[in-house]
């Protein structure tokens, strides 16, 4: 029954940025990102029986910054890039929480210049024990996506 009180919930990130350097060539060779997680916003809760609320949104934003990943920028630097059919392949570090592991991520570009990507991602990989509310009837999944959906400026 509380799993219809839940919500998938989808968040951006509004505060960030992200390197990428060229090579002579013109190819990227290295990508580096940095997260403020103050910044993360619930976009929309699908699911659940009821619509959140802003205090709702006020309160899991509260608890991801200061219970989840402890005030603590989201990085990544790259240790090898690569690219193949508009797809460009980054290795190397994540660091979510104070715990920094291996990640790979596949980016698709396109002419235009949008880019995006899917990384799914397991809490406790990383240190991070799943949220759990309500006696435990209430939890966040231990795999969740981050979703890269990004419009870069065209010069």
Known sequence: MAQKVGHDLVMDVGQWQATALASEEGSISSVELEADPRSLQVREGLGGVKPLTDKDRGEIRKSINEKVLRGQAITFRSSAVGSSAGRLLVRGELSLAGTSRPAS???????????????????S????????????ALKVRDTVEIVVDIQLPLD
């Open 105 to 123: 991520l596949e980016l698709e570009m396109t002419a235009d210049g949008h880019v995006t990507a899917t990384l799914p991602l397991t809490q």
């Open 125 to 136: 990989e990383w240190g991070i024990k799943p949220y759990r509310g309500l006696m435990g």
